[in-house]
């Protein structure tokens, strides 16, 4: 019995020998507080001495609990119920252990020497918020004068880890993880993987170092180098050029909020990472730009079921994502919604640059993908958008003011817009519909109905405008050329047709269109339904018994218009001869 008897040395059978007053005794079997010792020896020193001293050499077998039971002893007193939490809760252990005590009434462990090396087996160590850490081996060395020191591999949801480190003279922790030639995807408990792998994936060598003082918070320095980077289409958005380089580290576990740094070929990029109360993961990311947005930042909202997205930029160009098919969502979660808040939207070429969108965009099965929000602040728009054929739908409930924003009008009001459209690499193409809207300023159409002598209906549009029922104007966009053929604007006072191009970019808009007036479009075009002379009459399809053949060329500020009067009231034919002539 050792240490007011909280130790015990139990033995079936011993051998001994005393020579010149030491006592040695051999122990092929024995156990110390739940510890199985074997090839032990004991010796007793200056035994015909005042002065005796204990020496124990064996190696020893137990499991983590042991340990913690026997460093918890009153008389031990190394080890507190919470330092004991910290610790490996699973483990066996194999070692060396030596023991050397003078054999003194109220003997105190720090009059006692005791040393222990060996190995730690099976180790299981669950850390909060993390997960579970296992080892297969982990070599140790231990004494009452020297702090613990530890190393070897270990494994963190089935990725791979060196570790180690010492226990430091105050009680506190020093440690390193290194890991080599990991995924950064597979890293998801330090990131939210459903959205990694969009932005960028990359070969993995890290350096974690992990210090704690005694009452202290841990504080982390880690240093993520990246290699064989592979960018992801949100990559690509966010971050244009600029290719990942590392990822750096520093502060404490209970931070409120973590700083990330992200070090890139170029500018570095900031992510700061925060746990909110309702144990949600909030990553905010800035300083992004690239050729496809300016001063953009991304907000990240992981919540156990549920991932929210918010990007919000100065300028995001909607042409150029289309064009580099950047719109992809099939490795994307479909657990996931991206909220975008731009302060302007550039749209494919000719038309013009939308103010203030905010849209959320929700990933559908099937490889569908909704669409939905405002645009300048109160124009309600919807898209649907289907990958397998690279076809957008998108629907409005106030048409007129879509178009306006568009800028294919100046001011308009009501009706159902849809938009149908298909893109393929640069070539947008599709047909654009429109019900009931009421077009109250458009320069350009004014101009030509001016020059058309069409007081009438110029005097109508200056009033609540001019009523147009139903709009379809098929088209295709590409490299900054609007084709328009056969488009029709019909309504009760004048009906439209339209076909050719507009070419250039916002500011410098040229035109090379052509079609016809038809005045009274309501009556006008009742002829054309007669069988047989209807054709002959109004020159065939959406023409009138009344009609006006227009052309518009040059600069959408100031185009030159030009109308052929003598067409106005012909016979089909002739008509057509007009036009051949012209």
């Known amino acids: 019995h050792l240490l007011d008897e909280q130790i015990l040395v139990d033995t079936p059978e011993a051998r001994g020998s005393l020579s010149q007053g030491m006592l040695s005794i051999g122990l092929d079997q024995a156990f110390l507080n739940g510890f199985a010792l074997s090839d032990a020896s004991v010796v007793i020193s200056g035994i015909d001495e005042r002065d ?213 070929s170029k500018e570095p990029v900031s992510v700061f990472i925060s746990s909110e109360e309702d144990m949600s993961l909030r990553i905010r990311a800035t300083g992004l730009h690239s050729p496809y947005l300016d001063d953009g930042t991304l907000l990240v909202q992981h919540q156990s079921d549920q991932m929210i997205v918010l990007l919000e930029a100065m300028r995001l160009d909607v042409a150029k994502v289309i064009a580099d098919d950047l719109v992809s969502s099939k490795d994307e979660k479909r657990s996931m919604v991206v909220k975008l808040r731009v302060n302007e939207l550039d749209l494919p070429s000719g038309l013009n640059s939308l103010l203030s969108t905010e849209l959320t965009i929700l990933p559908l099965a099937g490889g569908k993908t909704v669409i939905a929000g405002q645009i300048a602040g109160d124009v309600n728009v919807s898209i649907d958008i289907r990958e397998h054929d690279g076809s957008y739908k998108i629907v409005s409930d106030q048409g007129g003011e879509m178009l306006a924003l568009l800028g294919m009008v100046e001011d308009a009001r009501g009706g159902r817009l849809q938009l149908d459209m298909k893109a393929q690499q640069d070539d947008i193409s599709g047909i654009l519909r429109l019900d009931d809207v009421q077009i109250t300023s458009m320069p350009i159409f004014m101009r030509l109905l001016s020059v058309a002598s069409l007081q009438g209906v110029i005097d109508g549009m200056q009033g609540n405008g001019i009523r147009f029922s139903s709009v379809e104007l098929p088209f295709s966009l590409a490299k900054q050329r609007i084709q328009i053929s056969k488009g029709l604007a019909k309504g009760p006072s004048v009906g439209v047709t339209v076909y050719g191009s507009i070419v250039g970019g916002d500011n410098n808009k040229k035109l090379q269109l052509r079609g016809n007036l038809i005045p009274v479009y309501g009556m006008n075009s009742i002829v054309q339904q007669i069988p047989l002379v209807g054709d002959f009459i109004t020159g065939g399809e959406r023409q009138g018994i009344f009609s006006i053949n227009y052309k518009l060329t040059g600069h959408t500020e100031n185009p030159t218009v030009w109308v052929n009067p003598a067409a106005t009231m012909l016979p089909g034919p002739i008509k057509r001869l007009f036009q051949r002539v012209e």
Request: proline content about 4%; hydrophobic content about 40%.
């Open 52 to 264: 005796q001293e204990l020496v124990v050499d064996a190696k020893a077998n137990g499991n983590l609990e042991n340990l913690k039971k026997l460093l918890s002893l009153p008389k031990i007193d190394v080890l507190t119920d919470k330092d004991a939490v910290q610790l490996p809760q699973e483990g066996t252990l194999s070692g060396q252990v030596t023991l050397k005590l003078p054999l003194i009434k109220n003997l105190l462990f720090k009059d006692v020497h005791l040393a222990v090396e060996g190995n730690l087996y099976d180790v299981s160590w669950p850390l909060k918020d993390v997960g579970e850490v296992t080892s297969r081996a982990i070599s140790y060395s231990w004494s009452n004068s020297t702090p613990l020191s530890f190393q070897g591999g270990m494994q963190l949801k089935n990725l791979p880890f060196d570790l180690r480190g010492r226990w430091t003279d105050e009680g506190g922790l020093d440690a390193q993880v290194l890991c080599a030639d990991i995924p950064l995807s597979n890293l998801s408990y330090l990131f939210t993987d459903e959205i990694l792998s969009s932005i960028f994936d990359a070969k993995t060598f890290c350096d974690i170092r992990l210090r704690k003082m005694s009452e202290g918070n841990l504080s982390i320095l880690a240093r993520l180098d990246l290699d064989d980077v592979r960018m992801g289409h949100i990559g690509r958005l966010l971050l244009g050029e600029r290719v990942p380089k590392s990822l750096h580290f520093q502060g404490g576990n209970d931070d409120v909020i973590k700083n990330v740094e992200l070090r890139t």
